[in-house]
Each structure stands twice: as C-alpha cells, then as structure tokens.
C-alpha cells in the first residue's frame, strides 16, 4: 500500500510536471508568469525526484523488518524499527498535509507581515500576489517548504513517539507525558530545521522597496542576503517565537491524545454492551478511531491550541521580516510581542488568524490522520 502511494505520487506529479512543460511557452507580454511557470515546473522536477526516491526507499528500509520477522509473525518491532516508521510516516504525512495546503499558507504570511497587517484584507492581499506572480504565486516559497517539511515533521512525530514510550513507565498514557513529548518534539524540530522555514518566510514576504529592502529573486540571493547582513545566527531568526510555539503543539497533543482516549473508550463500551468481538487480526486496534474520527479529533486539537497561543505565529513572521533603511524594527520574542501590541494592539497580534485557522486546523487533520494510518499500516504489516 505504502509502496503504490508514493509510486502514485510520483506518477502524477511526472504527469504534471509534463503537462506544466507543455504549456510553458514564451510570451512577449507574460514574460514574468512564463518564468513563473518554468520554476513551478523546476519545482515539480525536485519533487518528482523525492517521490521516485522515497518510494525506493520504503522498499529497502522495510526489507530488514521483513527478513528479522518472517520466521517469527509474532515478534514485537524494535525500539529501533518503530524509529523508522515513526520518522517515515511523519515525513510522509507533513509533505501532504502541507502540499494540500500550501497557498492558504502564502496568503497567511503576507497577512501576519507588518506590510499588510491592518492595510488589507484576504482579497487585496490575493489579488496583489496574482499580480506579481500570476497564479504560480501562490506556490511561491513551495520548494523550500517541501524541502522543509520533510525532516521537521520526520523528526517531530519521531521524537515524540520515542519521548511518549520512554516516559510512559514513570507517567503513563496521563496528560503529563503528552505535553513532555510535545515539548521535546516541538524544540527537536525547530532548532534543526529553523534555517529552512527563515529563508522560506524571507522568500515569501513582499518586499517594500521605499524601506529599502529587497525583491529576491531566488532562494540563493535570500541565503546569500541574510548571511551578509545578518551572519550565522541570521537563520535561527524566529526561533524564540517557534520554543514558545511548543506551548501550542502541546496543547495540541494532550487534546488530540484526550480525543482518541474517548473515541476508544465509547467504542469499548459499546462492544461490551452489544456482546460483539474484535475482527480478526485487529486487537486493540479494532477499537481505535477511524479516518474520520481522527480527523475531527486533530481539527478541534488545533482549534483550540491556535486559539490559545496564536500570537507567537505573529512575531515568528515579524522576526524574520527583512530591514528597513537598514534597521531590524523586530528584535527578540518579547520586544516584538510588546511592539505590536502597543502599535497595532489585539489586531496587530492576531492578523491572519482566521486565514491561519483556515490552514491549519485541515493541515493538522490531514497531517495526523495520514501519520496515523501509514505508522498503523507499517505496525501491523511488519509485527
């Protein structure tokens, strides 16, 4: 199954990329949305590429499994085994949720920026990205994002997983251990990938030129940029907002796991009252929630957690927003949450939040409902 999906993926995104190449043909007056369209076919090409290589790779690094089980169907995986489904299924789930929902997140950004916030609305700021970019521009930064997602939501479901089942002989399956592995999670994936998301955000961002700063072109002239003017620590912009943004995925986590507990207890309980048993070969299994279950679960999960902490998303895109004549106006967490409070009050720091619900809330879903399935699958397949 795992090996047609990304086979899958990697068949059509060869399709499109096919399709895109046909169509790009110069125009003596669409010559910027003709560039446009050669870097979305680029782009498909770098995916493309992934998926032909993780649909290679799903069929050697399960093959060890495979021949350390064969002469024993019952044998329990490894620590390390559940490593790498955790780490694969996490990747895997992270690249869909947010292919899916890729252009809610350009919009989101122009709107948290300080640019926009307050000066327009959804409409304006979509209209103004379709000027400059056409209709590419949505997916304008979808190169690094891919590139980022990847190992964030690999080492982010992975740490998590190892951080829940070390901890859960002193805490149990309590809120407790939820919001340790969360945390642990959530500062494993930030600092290692933090560099990818801060020229992803710079890329994104319009730039003001009567401020000074600067249309990049490319993703080179944004590295080359931030490591002139700013040096190493440039790249780990934003990184405080993202620690304090563990607060969130916390939340998250202890809500989700809430969620599921409840979802397997009315499905014991009502097994027990209609005198039924588990389907064969199912287990436990049989009693946890199904897609669309999981699927509510993580969207009222992030719901609430964005509710409760949204402000952070804010200074995160302020933090990592160019100079102006010059002069970084946002420097650390705290004198960036003050800033915008005392100069745009609550709707400086909650700009875009509806946007970001929009996105987030069915990302998330997508995202752990899709990790839920592929590690389930990769359990029962490899046990």
Not at 17 to 27: G, M, Q
Not at 243 to 269: N, R, S, V
Not at 349 to 363: A, D, I, K, Q, T
């Amino acid at each position: 199954m795992l090996l047609s999906l990304s086979a899958f993926i990697s068949e059509v995104v060869s399709v499109n990329l096919a399709c895109a190449s046909v169509s790009v043909r110069p125009h003596s007056n669409n010559n910027k949305r003709c560039e446009g369209k050669s870097k979305i076919c680029s782009s498909l090409a770098s995916i493309s590429a992934y998926a032909t290589g993780i649909s290679g790779t799903f069929r050697r690094i399960p093959s060890r499994m495979v021949a350390a089980t064969s002469s024993r169907k019952d044998k329990k995986l490894s620590d390390r085994d559940m490593q790498v489904i955790n780490f694969f299924a996490g990747g895997l789930a992270g690249t869909i949720s947010s292919t899916l929902t890729a252009p809610l997140e350009i919009v989101k950004t122009q709107l948290q920026a300080s640019v926009m916030s307050g000066k327009a609305n959804t409409m304006e700021v979509c209209r103004r990205i379709y000027q400059d970019g056409g209709a590419v521009g949505f997916f304008k930064g979808i190169r690094p994002l891919l590139v980022g997602i990847i190992p964030t939501r690999a080492i982010y479901f992975s740490a998590y997983s190892a951080t829940k089942e070390a901890l859960m002989e002193r805490f149990g399956n309590s809120p407790l251990n939820h919001v340790a592995s969360a945390f642990a999670a959530g500062i494993a994936s930030n600092t290692v990938t933090n560099p990818l998301w801060m020229v992803k955000t710079r890329f994104q961002l319009m730039a003001d030129t009567s401020a000074g700063q600067i249309p990049f072109k490319n993703y080179k002239q944004v590295v080359r940029a931030i490591w002139k003017e700013e040096g190493a620590a440039g790249f780990f912009k934003g990184l405080s907002a993202s620690y304090f943004g563990c607060i969130e995925g916390a939340i998250q986590w202890m809500l989700y796991e809430k969620c599921k507990t409840m979802i397997a207890d009315a499905k014991t309980e009502r097994r027990i009252h209609s005198g039924s048993k588990p389907r064969p070969g199912h287990g436990d299994g049989d009693k946890e929630g199904n897609a669309v279950e999981l699927f509510a679960a993580a969207a009222v999960a992030k719901t609430f957690a964005v509710l409760l902490t949204y402000p952070h998303e804010v200074v995160r895109t302020r933090l990592r927003e160019q100079a102006q004549q010059g002069v970084f106006k946002y420097n650390g967490f705290l004198q960036t949450l003050t800033l915008i409070a005392k100069e745009e009050g609550r709707t400086g720091l909650y700009s875009g939040m509806g946007l970001h619900l929009l996105r987030s809330v069915p990302n998330a879903a997508i995202m752990f409902v899709s990790f839920e399935l592929v590690s389930s699958f990769l359990k029962r397949t490899y046990s």
